[in-house]
Protein backbone atom coordinates (compact mmCIF):
# COMPACT_ATOMS: atom_id res chain seq x y z
CA UNK A 1 0.00 0.00 0.00
CA UNK A 2 2.78 2.32 1.10
CA UNK A 3 4.46 1.83 -2.68
CA UNK A 4 1.12 2.10 -4.23
CA UNK A 5 0.87 5.64 -2.13
CA UNK A 6 4.22 6.90 -3.20
CA UNK A 7 3.40 6.44 -6.92
CA UNK A 8 0.07 8.45 -6.43
CA UNK A 9 2.43 11.21 -4.65
CA UNK A 10 5.10 11.38 -7.81
CA UNK A 11 1.97 10.92 -10.00
CA UNK A 12 0.85 14.31 -8.71
CA UNK A 13 4.06 15.80 -8.28
CA UNK A 14 4.90 15.38 -11.97
CA UNK A 15 0.81 16.31 -13.19
CA UNK A 16 0.96 19.41 -10.65
CA UNK A 17 3.74 20.86 -11.88
CA UNK A 18 2.32 21.74 -15.75
CA UNK A 19 0.12 24.16 -13.43
CA UNK A 20 2.43 25.67 -11.39
CA UNK A 21 2.24 28.48 -13.85
CA UNK A 22 -0.94 31.19 -12.33
CA UNK A 23 -1.83 33.09 -15.94
CA UNK A 24 -4.32 35.84 -15.81
CA UNK A 25 -6.98 35.87 -18.15
CA UNK A 26 -7.71 39.76 -18.89
CA UNK A 27 -11.13 38.89 -20.11
CA UNK A 28 -12.55 36.21 -17.25
CA UNK A 29 -10.65 37.29 -14.07
CA UNK A 30 -8.05 35.31 -12.08
CA UNK A 31 -9.10 31.89 -10.99
CA UNK A 32 -6.37 31.59 -8.55
CA UNK A 33 -6.95 34.71 -6.87
CA UNK A 34 -8.59 36.40 -3.53
CA UNK A 35 -11.94 35.85 -2.05
CA UNK A 36 -13.46 39.12 0.36
CA UNK A 37 -16.79 38.76 2.13
CA UNK A 38 -18.41 41.31 3.01
CA UNK A 39 -21.41 42.01 5.57
CA UNK A 40 -23.37 44.78 7.01
CA UNK A 41 -23.84 45.98 10.01
CA UNK A 42 -27.48 44.51 11.08
CA UNK A 43 -26.44 40.83 9.27
CA UNK A 44 -23.90 40.45 12.17
CA UNK A 45 -24.67 39.13 15.04
CA UNK A 46 -23.18 42.04 16.60
CA UNK A 47 -23.67 45.03 14.85
CA UNK A 48 -20.07 44.96 13.48
CA UNK A 49 -19.54 45.80 9.98
CA UNK A 50 -17.26 43.37 8.28
CA UNK A 51 -14.77 42.50 5.23
CA UNK A 52 -12.50 40.00 4.62
CA UNK A 53 -9.56 39.20 2.39
CA UNK A 54 -7.55 36.27 1.54
CA UNK A 55 -4.43 37.20 -0.37
CA UNK A 56 -4.14 34.46 -2.66
CA UNK A 57 -0.73 35.04 -3.75
CA UNK A 58 2.34 33.32 -3.22
CA UNK A 59 4.51 36.22 -4.48
CA UNK A 60 2.98 39.34 -1.86
CA UNK A 61 4.67 40.14 1.26
CA UNK A 62 4.90 37.36 3.69
CA UNK A 63 4.93 40.04 6.94
CA UNK A 64 3.21 42.97 8.22
CA UNK A 65 3.66 46.07 10.11
CA UNK A 66 2.28 48.70 11.70
CA UNK A 67 2.33 52.17 10.23
CA UNK A 68 2.12 54.75 13.11
CA UNK A 69 -0.09 58.65 12.29
CA UNK A 70 2.27 60.69 10.26
CA UNK A 71 2.50 64.80 9.55
CA UNK A 72 4.18 66.01 6.75
CA UNK A 73 5.58 68.99 5.88
CA UNK A 74 4.65 71.27 3.35
CA UNK A 75 5.42 70.32 -0.50
CA UNK A 76 5.99 66.78 0.45
CA UNK A 77 5.15 63.97 -2.08
CA UNK A 78 4.57 60.26 -1.91
CA UNK A 79 5.95 57.81 -3.93
CA UNK A 80 4.13 55.43 -6.11
CA UNK A 81 4.80 52.10 -7.38
CA UNK A 82 4.42 49.79 -9.92
CA UNK A 83 4.39 45.86 -9.20
CA UNK A 84 6.58 43.57 -11.11
CA UNK A 85 7.90 40.26 -10.81
CA UNK A 86 11.15 39.21 -9.04
CA UNK A 87 12.47 36.20 -9.18
CA UNK A 88 16.11 37.04 -8.29
CA UNK A 89 15.77 36.38 -4.23
CA UNK A 90 15.36 33.23 -2.62
CA UNK A 91 11.82 32.61 -3.41
CA UNK A 92 9.43 34.62 -5.88
CA UNK A 93 8.03 37.81 -5.19
CA UNK A 94 7.03 41.18 -6.63
CA UNK A 95 9.48 44.00 -6.74
CA UNK A 96 7.89 47.76 -6.49
CA UNK A 97 9.67 49.88 -9.28
CA UNK A 98 8.44 53.69 -8.13
CA UNK A 99 6.64 55.37 -11.00
CA UNK A 100 6.24 58.98 -9.99
CA UNK A 101 5.32 61.27 -7.02
CA UNK A 102 1.80 62.91 -5.87
CA UNK A 103 1.69 65.46 -3.49
CA UNK A 104 1.55 64.11 0.10
CA UNK A 105 -1.26 65.95 2.38
CA UNK A 106 -0.49 67.03 5.96
CA UNK A 107 -1.46 64.57 8.02
CA UNK A 108 -1.70 60.70 7.17
CA UNK A 109 -3.44 57.94 9.72
CA UNK A 110 -1.78 54.83 11.00
CA UNK A 111 -2.94 51.57 9.70
CA UNK A 112 -1.85 48.24 9.75
CA UNK A 113 0.65 47.66 6.78
CA UNK A 114 -0.08 43.83 5.73
CA UNK A 115 0.72 43.69 2.20
CA UNK A 116 -3.03 44.93 1.09
CA UNK A 117 -2.93 47.34 3.55
CA UNK A 118 -6.39 45.99 5.43
CA UNK A 119 -7.49 48.75 8.63
CA UNK A 120 -6.72 52.22 9.69
CA UNK A 121 -6.98 53.85 12.86
CA UNK A 122 -10.35 55.03 12.62
CA UNK A 123 -11.88 51.75 11.22
CA UNK A 124 -11.95 52.26 7.92
CA UNK A 125 -11.14 48.62 6.37
CA UNK A 126 -10.70 47.14 3.17
CA UNK A 127 -10.81 43.77 1.56
CA UNK A 128 -9.66 43.01 -2.36
CA UNK A 129 -10.47 40.88 -4.82
CA UNK A 130 -8.98 41.00 -8.78
CA UNK A 131 -11.53 40.40 -11.69
CA UNK A 132 -9.14 41.56 -14.73
CA UNK A 133 -11.69 42.90 -17.50
CA UNK A 134 -10.79 43.86 -20.46
CA UNK A 135 -7.37 43.77 -21.72
CA UNK A 136 -7.80 47.24 -23.73
CA UNK A 137 -8.62 48.85 -20.63
CA UNK A 138 -4.93 48.15 -19.43
CA UNK A 139 -3.01 51.54 -19.64
CA UNK A 140 0.36 52.24 -18.36
CA UNK A 141 -0.62 55.72 -18.37
CA UNK A 142 -0.36 56.41 -14.90
CA UNK A 143 0.89 56.12 -11.30
CA UNK A 144 -1.34 54.59 -9.25
CA UNK A 145 -1.52 50.51 -8.70
CA UNK A 146 -3.93 48.67 -6.09
CA UNK A 147 -1.80 48.11 -3.38
CA UNK A 148 -0.96 52.12 -3.51
CA UNK A 149 -4.96 53.13 -4.06
CA UNK A 150 -5.43 50.69 -0.88
CA UNK A 151 -3.17 52.59 1.31
CA UNK A 152 -4.04 56.34 0.17
CA UNK A 153 -7.93 55.23 1.49
CA UNK A 154 -6.38 54.32 4.64
CA UNK A 155 -3.36 57.03 4.92
CA UNK A 156 -6.23 60.13 4.03
CA UNK A 157 -9.75 58.57 4.86
CA UNK A 158 -11.98 58.28 7.57
CA UNK A 159 -15.09 56.57 5.70
CA UNK A 160 -15.93 54.20 2.83
CA UNK A 161 -17.53 56.82 1.21
CA UNK A 162 -14.88 59.52 1.07
CA UNK A 163 -12.43 56.86 0.61
CA UNK A 164 -14.08 56.02 -2.98
CA UNK A 165 -14.71 59.80 -3.69
CA UNK A 166 -10.95 60.56 -3.38
CA UNK A 167 -10.01 57.51 -5.40
CA UNK A 168 -11.88 59.23 -8.15
CA UNK A 169 -10.14 62.34 -8.00
CA UNK A 170 -6.87 61.05 -7.72
CA UNK A 171 -6.99 58.17 -10.62
CA UNK A 172 -8.49 60.98 -12.53
CA UNK A 173 -5.51 63.55 -12.23
CA UNK A 174 -2.90 60.41 -12.12
CA UNK A 175 -4.14 57.67 -13.60
CA UNK A 176 -4.63 54.25 -12.42
CA UNK A 177 -2.43 51.34 -14.02
CA UNK A 178 -3.60 48.27 -12.69
CA UNK A 179 -5.88 45.47 -13.70
CA UNK A 180 -9.25 45.37 -12.99
CA UNK A 181 -10.05 45.20 -8.81
CA UNK A 182 -12.88 44.74 -6.48
CA UNK A 183 -11.93 46.80 -2.97
CA UNK A 184 -14.66 45.94 -0.39
CA UNK A 185 -14.51 48.91 1.77
CA UNK A 186 -16.20 49.09 5.43
CA UNK A 187 -16.18 51.49 8.28
CA UNK A 188 -18.30 51.95 11.09
CA UNK A 189 -21.55 52.56 9.34
CA UNK A 190 -21.30 50.72 5.92
CA UNK A 191 -19.55 48.32 3.32
CA UNK A 192 -19.36 49.19 -0.28
CA UNK A 193 -17.94 46.89 -3.07
CA UNK A 194 -15.78 49.56 -5.75
CA UNK A 195 -14.84 47.88 -8.42
CA UNK A 196 -12.17 49.75 -10.80
CA UNK A 197 -10.51 49.16 -13.98
CA UNK A 198 -8.14 51.50 -16.66
CA UNK A 199 -9.58 54.00 -18.83
CA UNK A 200 -8.26 52.18 -21.85
CA UNK A 201 -4.74 51.81 -23.50
CA UNK A 202 -2.34 55.23 -23.42
CA UNK A 203 -5.55 56.94 -21.44
CA UNK A 204 -5.15 58.45 -17.92
CA UNK A 205 -7.72 58.64 -15.14
CA UNK A 206 -10.42 55.07 -14.61
CA UNK A 207 -13.55 53.90 -15.22
CA UNK A 208 -15.41 52.59 -11.86
CA UNK A 209 -18.29 51.91 -9.86
CA UNK A 210 -19.34 51.40 -6.74
CA UNK A 211 -22.60 49.53 -4.79
CA UNK A 212 -23.13 49.95 -1.11
CA UNK A 213 -23.97 45.95 0.81
CA UNK A 214 -27.56 46.72 2.59
CA UNK A 215 -27.21 46.53 6.27
CA UNK A 216 -29.15 43.48 6.87
CA UNK A 217 -27.23 41.75 3.82
CA UNK A 218 -24.24 39.39 2.75
CA UNK A 219 -22.10 40.07 -0.42
CA UNK A 220 -19.03 38.09 -1.82
CA UNK A 221 -16.30 38.99 -4.44
CA UNK A 222 -14.02 36.23 -5.67
CA UNK A 223 -12.16 37.49 -8.84
CA UNK A 224 -15.21 38.22 -10.82
CA UNK A 225 -17.00 41.37 -11.26
CA UNK A 226 -20.58 41.46 -9.21
CA UNK A 227 -22.17 44.89 -10.16
CA UNK A 228 -24.43 44.81 -13.20
CA UNK A 229 -27.40 47.41 -13.31
CA UNK A 230 -26.64 50.83 -11.35
CA UNK A 231 -28.85 53.20 -10.35
CA UNK A 232 -27.17 56.84 -10.03
CA UNK A 233 -30.05 58.98 -9.18
CA UNK A 234 -29.83 56.58 -5.66
CA UNK A 235 -26.67 57.93 -4.25
CA UNK A 236 -26.99 55.86 -0.71
CA UNK A 237 -26.28 52.82 -2.79
CA UNK A 238 -24.44 53.74 -6.10
CA UNK A 239 -22.17 55.50 -7.29
CA UNK A 240 -19.81 55.52 -10.55
CA UNK A 241 -17.03 57.71 -12.76
CA UNK A 242 -18.59 60.10 -14.94
CA UNK A 243 -17.36 58.27 -18.27
CA UNK A 244 -18.94 54.88 -16.99
CA UNK A 245 -21.59 54.69 -19.74
CA UNK A 246 -19.68 56.56 -22.75
CA UNK A 247 -16.88 54.61 -22.86
CA UNK A 248 -18.81 51.07 -23.05
CA UNK A 249 -21.17 53.08 -25.64
CA UNK A 250 -18.42 54.55 -27.53
CA UNK A 251 -16.55 50.72 -26.75
CA UNK A 252 -19.51 48.73 -28.60
CA UNK A 253 -19.54 47.04 -25.13
CA UNK A 254 -22.82 48.52 -24.53
CA UNK A 255 -25.99 50.58 -26.55
CA UNK A 256 -28.55 51.94 -24.81
CA UNK A 257 -31.47 51.16 -27.38
CA UNK A 258 -30.54 47.04 -26.06
CA UNK A 259 -31.84 47.62 -22.68
CA UNK A 260 -30.33 48.48 -19.28
CA UNK A 261 -26.39 49.28 -19.02
CA UNK A 262 -24.72 46.28 -16.85
CA UNK A 263 -21.24 47.43 -15.84
CA UNK A 264 -19.89 43.64 -15.52
CA UNK A 265 -21.11 42.39 -19.33
CA UNK A 266 -19.84 45.91 -20.21
CA UNK A 267 -16.33 45.99 -18.64
CA UNK A 268 -15.79 42.09 -17.36
CA UNK A 269 -17.96 39.65 -19.49
CA UNK A 270 -15.84 37.04 -18.87
CA UNK A 271 -16.67 37.46 -15.36
CA UNK A 272 -19.77 35.36 -15.76
CA UNK A 273 -18.20 32.54 -17.49
CA UNK A 274 -15.41 31.48 -14.98
CA UNK A 275 -16.67 28.62 -12.56
CA UNK A 276 -13.93 29.62 -10.71
CA UNK A 277 -15.61 32.60 -9.66
CA UNK A 278 -19.04 31.47 -9.88
CA UNK A 279 -18.65 28.41 -7.66
CA UNK A 280 -17.53 30.03 -4.16
CA UNK A 281 -20.33 33.18 -5.21
CA UNK A 282 -22.63 30.47 -4.81
CA UNK A 283 -20.87 28.25 -2.02
CA UNK A 284 -20.53 31.96 0.44
CA UNK A 285 -24.00 33.36 -0.54
CA UNK A 286 -25.67 29.23 -0.47
CA UNK A 287 -24.05 29.02 3.45
CA UNK A 288 -25.43 32.29 4.41
CA UNK A 289 -28.47 31.58 3.27
CA UNK A 290 -29.41 27.60 2.16
CA UNK A 291 -33.36 28.79 2.50
CA UNK A 292 -32.74 30.44 -1.00
CA UNK A 293 -31.48 27.27 -2.86
CA UNK A 294 -29.81 29.33 -4.98
CA UNK A 295 -28.64 27.37 -8.44
CA UNK A 296 -24.83 26.06 -8.08
CA UNK A 297 -24.72 26.46 -11.92
CA UNK A 298 -26.42 29.64 -12.77
CA UNK A 299 -24.72 32.42 -14.03
CA UNK A 300 -25.26 35.44 -11.67
CA UNK A 301 -26.47 35.70 -8.48
CA UNK A 302 -27.27 38.03 -6.44
CA UNK A 303 -25.13 41.10 -5.58
CA UNK A 304 -26.41 40.41 -2.39
CA UNK A 305 -28.62 38.65 0.44
CA UNK A 306 -29.87 38.49 3.65
CA UNK A 307 -28.24 35.77 5.87
CA UNK A 308 -30.75 32.96 7.03
CA UNK A 309 -29.34 33.77 10.71
CA UNK A 310 -26.75 36.63 11.75
CA UNK A 311 -23.41 36.58 10.60
CA UNK A 312 -20.66 35.09 13.34
CA UNK A 313 -17.13 35.61 13.50
CA UNK A 314 -17.48 31.38 13.65
CA UNK A 315 -19.57 31.61 10.46
CA UNK A 316 -16.50 33.84 8.16
CA UNK A 317 -13.99 31.54 9.73
CA UNK A 318 -16.13 28.36 8.27
CA UNK A 319 -17.03 30.16 4.65
CA UNK A 320 -13.59 30.96 4.72
CA UNK A 321 -12.32 27.38 5.56
CA UNK A 322 -14.51 25.75 3.11
CA UNK A 323 -13.86 23.22 0.39
CA UNK A 324 -17.14 22.15 -0.89
CA UNK A 325 -16.95 19.14 1.41
CA UNK A 326 -20.77 17.51 1.73
CA UNK A 327 -21.63 18.78 -1.49
CA UNK A 328 -21.44 17.36 -5.47
CA UNK A 329 -18.41 19.97 -5.81
CA UNK A 330 -16.78 18.32 -2.94
CA UNK A 331 -12.66 18.19 -4.78
CA UNK A 332 -12.04 14.62 -2.96
CA UNK A 333 -15.12 12.73 -3.45
CA UNK A 334 -13.73 10.69 -5.97
CA UNK A 335 -10.48 10.05 -4.52
CA UNK A 336 -11.04 6.10 -2.74
CA UNK A 337 -9.08 3.51 -2.14
CA UNK A 338 -9.57 0.17 -0.82
CA UNK A 339 -8.36 -1.02 2.23
CA UNK A 340 -6.63 -4.19 4.03
CA UNK A 341 -10.34 -5.34 5.20
CA UNK A 342 -11.29 -4.75 1.48
CA UNK A 343 -13.78 -1.64 2.54
CA UNK A 344 -14.02 1.44 0.51
CA UNK A 345 -12.72 4.48 2.27
CA UNK A 346 -11.72 7.95 0.85
CA UNK A 347 -8.40 8.48 0.63
CA UNK A 348 -6.34 10.41 3.00
CA UNK A 349 -3.61 10.92 0.57
CA UNK A 350 -3.84 14.59 -1.48
CA UNK A 351 -1.85 16.44 -4.10
CA UNK A 352 0.79 17.51 -1.67
CA UNK A 353 0.76 21.17 -3.12
CA UNK A 354 -3.15 20.90 -1.74
CA UNK A 355 -5.91 18.52 -0.51
CA UNK A 356 -8.54 20.17 -3.19
CA UNK A 357 -6.53 20.59 -6.29
CA UNK A 358 -6.96 17.11 -7.17
CA UNK A 359 -9.20 18.24 -10.19
CA UNK A 360 -6.37 19.46 -11.90
CA UNK A 361 -5.68 14.99 -11.82
CA UNK A 362 -9.18 13.53 -12.56
CA UNK A 363 -10.92 16.09 -14.12
CA UNK A 364 -13.33 16.80 -11.25
CA UNK A 365 -15.96 19.42 -11.83
CA UNK A 366 -14.85 20.52 -15.01
CA UNK A 367 -10.91 20.07 -14.64
CA UNK A 368 -8.92 23.24 -13.85
CA UNK A 369 -8.45 26.73 -15.36
CA UNK A 370 -10.35 29.94 -15.63
CA UNK A 371 -13.76 28.03 -16.96
CA UNK A 372 -12.58 25.41 -14.63
CA UNK A 373 -13.11 25.24 -10.27
CA UNK A 374 -11.73 26.18 -6.96
CA UNK A 375 -12.12 26.41 -3.77
CA UNK A 376 -12.35 29.52 -1.16
CA UNK A 377 -9.67 28.15 1.06
CA UNK A 378 -6.34 27.76 -0.69
CA UNK A 379 -3.02 26.47 -0.34
CA UNK A 380 -1.45 29.30 -2.01
CA UNK A 381 -2.99 32.16 0.72
CA UNK A 382 -0.18 34.45 1.83
CA UNK A 383 -2.43 35.94 5.33
CA UNK A 384 -6.26 36.35 5.31
CA UNK A 385 -8.30 38.94 7.25
CA UNK A 386 -11.95 39.32 8.87
CA UNK A 387 -12.46 43.31 9.55
CA UNK A 388 -14.75 44.38 12.22
CA UNK A 389 -15.70 48.30 12.55
CA UNK A 390 -18.14 49.02 15.66
CA UNK A 391 -19.46 52.31 15.89
CA UNK A 392 -20.75 51.78 19.41
CA UNK A 393 -16.47 51.66 20.52
CA UNK A 394 -13.98 54.12 20.50
CA UNK A 395 -11.76 53.57 17.40
CA UNK A 396 -8.73 51.94 20.00
CA UNK A 397 -11.50 49.39 20.63
CA UNK A 398 -13.66 49.13 17.64
CA UNK A 399 -11.58 48.33 14.65
CA UNK A 400 -10.03 44.63 14.97
CA UNK A 401 -8.16 42.78 12.18
CA UNK A 402 -8.49 38.94 12.86
CA UNK A 403 -5.44 37.53 10.54
CA UNK A 404 -4.59 34.26 9.85
CA UNK A 405 -1.65 33.42 7.99
CA UNK A 406 -1.38 31.03 4.86
CA UNK A 407 -4.07 28.21 4.36
CA UNK A 408 -7.32 29.11 5.94
CA UNK A 409 -8.14 25.44 6.81
CA UNK A 410 -4.98 25.12 8.92
CA UNK A 411 -4.49 28.19 10.75
CA UNK A 412 -6.51 29.96 13.36
CA UNK A 413 -7.18 33.91 12.90
CA UNK A 414 -5.66 35.81 15.78
CA UNK A 415 -6.69 39.99 16.35
CA UNK A 416 -4.53 42.89 15.82
CA UNK A 417 -6.50 45.87 16.37
CA UNK A 418 -6.42 49.17 14.44
CA UNK A 419 -4.48 50.98 17.09
CA UNK A 420 -1.23 49.09 18.41
CA UNK A 421 2.24 50.58 18.12
CA UNK A 422 3.68 47.08 17.14
CA UNK A 423 3.68 44.10 16.37
CA UNK A 424 5.37 40.81 17.18
CA UNK A 425 8.67 39.16 15.94
CA UNK A 426 6.83 36.31 13.88
CA UNK A 427 4.21 38.60 12.62
CA UNK A 428 7.20 40.94 10.85
CA UNK A 429 10.27 39.05 9.90
CA UNK A 430 10.51 38.59 6.73
CA UNK A 431 9.79 34.93 5.36
CA UNK A 432 9.91 34.14 1.79
CA UNK A 433 12.40 36.23 0.71
CA UNK A 434 14.94 35.15 2.47
CA UNK A 435 14.26 31.67 2.75
CA UNK A 436 13.26 29.50 5.24
CA UNK A 437 13.04 30.43 8.99
CA UNK A 438 11.36 29.98 12.33
CA UNK A 439 11.40 33.53 12.89
CA UNK A 440 8.50 33.41 10.41
CA UNK A 441 4.72 33.55 10.74
CA UNK A 442 4.44 32.76 7.45
CA UNK A 443 6.98 30.01 7.02
CA UNK A 444 4.99 28.62 10.75
CA UNK A 445 1.94 28.03 9.18
CA UNK A 446 3.00 27.01 5.38
CA UNK A 447 4.81 24.40 6.75
CA UNK A 448 1.91 23.22 8.70
CA UNK A 449 -0.10 23.17 5.57
CA UNK A 450 2.28 21.75 3.03
CA UNK A 451 2.49 18.67 5.78
CA UNK A 452 -1.29 18.29 6.31
CA UNK A 453 -2.06 18.39 2.66
CA UNK A 454 0.30 15.08 2.43
CA UNK A 455 -2.31 13.03 4.49
CA UNK A 456 -5.46 15.60 4.38
CA UNK A 457 -8.58 12.75 5.36
CA UNK A 458 -6.34 12.17 8.80
CA UNK A 459 -3.79 15.50 9.37
CA UNK A 460 -6.54 17.89 9.27
CA UNK A 461 -8.42 16.20 12.31
CA UNK A 462 -4.97 16.96 14.29
CA UNK A 463 -4.71 20.38 13.48
CA UNK A 464 -8.04 21.95 13.45
CA UNK A 465 -8.33 19.53 17.24
CA UNK A 466 -5.68 22.15 18.51
CA UNK A 467 -6.78 25.14 16.43
CA UNK A 468 -10.93 24.99 16.97
CA UNK A 469 -10.76 25.38 20.76
CA UNK A 470 -8.34 28.09 20.04
CA UNK A 471 -10.49 29.93 17.97
CA UNK A 472 -13.55 29.47 19.95
CA UNK A 473 -11.70 30.91 22.97
CA UNK A 474 -10.10 33.92 21.47
CA UNK A 475 -13.71 35.08 20.05
CA UNK A 476 -14.77 33.87 23.61
CA UNK A 477 -12.72 35.96 24.89
CA UNK A 478 -12.95 39.15 22.78
CA UNK A 479 -15.56 40.79 25.07
CA UNK A 480 -14.48 40.50 28.79
CA UNK A 481 -10.98 41.73 27.62
CA UNK A 482 -12.26 45.14 25.48
CA UNK A 483 -14.65 45.75 28.90
CA UNK A 484 -11.16 45.88 30.49
CA UNK A 485 -9.20 47.92 27.77
CA UNK A 486 -12.56 50.23 27.19
CA UNK A 487 -12.42 50.89 31.28
CA UNK A 488 -8.69 52.12 30.89
CA UNK A 489 -9.31 53.91 27.93
CA UNK A 490 -11.35 55.99 30.30
CA UNK A 491 -8.76 57.28 32.71
CA UNK A 492 -4.84 56.14 30.33
CA UNK A 493 -4.99 56.14 26.97
CA UNK A 494 -1.23 55.53 26.61
CA UNK A 495 -1.80 51.76 29.07
CA UNK A 496 -4.82 50.52 27.07
CA UNK A 497 -3.10 51.01 23.87
CA UNK A 498 -0.06 48.95 25.52
CA UNK A 499 -2.86 47.08 26.77
CA UNK A 500 -4.27 46.52 23.47
CA UNK A 501 -0.77 45.96 21.80
CA UNK A 502 0.41 43.83 24.42
CA UNK A 503 -2.63 40.81 23.68
CA UNK A 504 -1.83 41.26 20.00
CA UNK A 505 1.16 40.00 20.16
CA UNK A 506 0.97 37.35 23.21
CA UNK A 507 -1.99 35.70 21.11
CA UNK A 508 -0.12 35.74 17.54
CA UNK A 509 2.98 34.37 19.32
CA UNK A 510 0.91 31.77 20.93
CA UNK A 511 -0.77 30.79 17.58
CA UNK A 512 2.78 30.74 15.85
CA UNK A 513 4.43 28.36 17.95
CA UNK A 514 1.73 26.31 18.29
CA UNK A 515 1.91 25.53 14.69
CA UNK A 516 5.67 24.90 15.27
CA UNK A 517 4.41 22.20 17.83
CA UNK A 518 1.91 21.11 15.16
CA UNK A 519 3.87 20.24 12.40
CA UNK A 520 6.58 18.81 14.91
CA UNK A 521 3.32 16.35 15.87
CA UNK A 522 2.67 15.04 12.86
CA UNK A 523 6.07 14.31 11.06
CA UNK A 524 6.18 12.37 14.43
CA UNK A 525 2.95 10.67 14.41
CA UNK A 526 2.64 9.87 11.03
CA UNK A 527 6.52 9.14 10.26
CA UNK A 528 5.70 5.56 9.42
CA UNK A 529 2.40 6.18 7.56
CA UNK A 530 3.29 7.95 4.79
Given at each position: ???????????????????????????????????????????????????????????????????????????????????????????????????????????T?????T??????????????????????????????????L???????????????????E?????????????????????????????????????I?????V??????????????????????????????????????????????N????Y??S???????????????????A???????????????????DA??????????????????????????????????????????????????????????????????I???????????????W????????V????????????????????????????????????????W???????????????????????????????????????????????????????????????????K????????????????????
Open positions: MNIKRNLIIALFLTISASFAQVKTDWQGGVPDGCTTITVGKLATDDGSVMTSHTDDSHRTRSWLDIMPPMDHPEGSTSTMYKRATSDSLAMPTYKHVPVGEIPQVNHYGFINAYPSMNQHQLAIGETTFGGRATLQSDNGLIDCQRCQLMLERCKTAREAIKMADLTKEYGWIDAGEMLTIADTKEVWHFEITGAGKGNRGAWVAQRPDHHISVGANGSRIRVIDLENSGFFMASDNVFQVAQDSGWWNPTDGFEFVAYPGSRRSLATRRREWRVLSLAPSLKLDANAENYPFSVKPPITKDKMVQMFQDYYEGTPYNFIKDITWVNDSGKVEISPLANPFMPYDMNKIFKINGGWGWLGERTARWYTMYATITQSRDLPDEIGGVWLAWDNVATAVYTPIYSNVTEVNKYFKTPGRINGYTHDSAWAFNRLGTLTAQRWGDMRHDVRAVFDPMQKELFANQNSFEEKVLELLKTDKDSAIKLLTDYTNKTGIAVEEAWKLGDFLWTKYDEKF
